[in-house]
């Protein structure tokens, strides 16, 4: 099977504007970022979505994803940041591999979310609340 983009970046065999690298994650600009300083945060252990890694990959992305945020934020003088994650193509994936966006905000930059609101009807969510924490308990 061949590599996907991510594990081949993680290994070296494409270059990339790394930002930092440890053992298990890797973090690097974007090539077509959504604002300047928008970077991405890889674990190198090939998985594709957040349900599927290890404790300690998703524990150590978790912390450079603050740490770039931080990084970015204060050398592009952002006014704020969206750290998004994506599992499956239908919620935008579009590199079958976990990995994180950090990316730096200012107000009027033309970046939207597309954020739509609904409701529950009657019982509904009593009911997916129920089920979800009783699946909770069992993990």
């Known amino acids: 099977m061949e590599k996907c983009i991510f594990c081949r970046i993680a290994e070296g065999d494409i270059p990339c ?3 930092t690298e440890s053992e298990r994650v890797i ?3 974007d090539i077509n970022p959504v604002n300047h300083g928008h970077a991405l945060v890889v674990p190198k252990v090939h998985v594709e979505s957040l349900t ?3 404790s300690q990959d998703l524990q150590e ?3 450079t994803v603050q ?3 931080r990084a970015c934020v204060e050398v592009t003088g952002a006014e704020g940041f969206n ?3 994506n599992n499956g193509r239908c919620s935008g994936q579009e590199v079958p591999h976990l990995h994180f966006h950090v990316i730096p905000r200012w107000a009027g930059d ?3 979310l597309g954020w739509r609101q ?3 009807k009657d019982a509904e969510m009593e009911d997916l609340r129920r089920r979800i924490a009783g699946k909770l308990r069992r993990v």
Do not use: I, M, T
Request: hydrophobic content about 60%; cysteine-free.
């Open 52 to 54: 599927e890694a290890l």
């Open 27 to 29: 973090s690097f600009l």
């Open 61 to 63: 992305s978790v912390l």
């Open 118 to 120: 609904g409701r529950y």
């Open 17 to 19: 504007a790394a930002l």
């Open 110 to 112: 033309g970046f939207s």
């Open 83 to 85: 750290v998004l994650q």
């Open 67 to 69: 740490k770039v945020a």
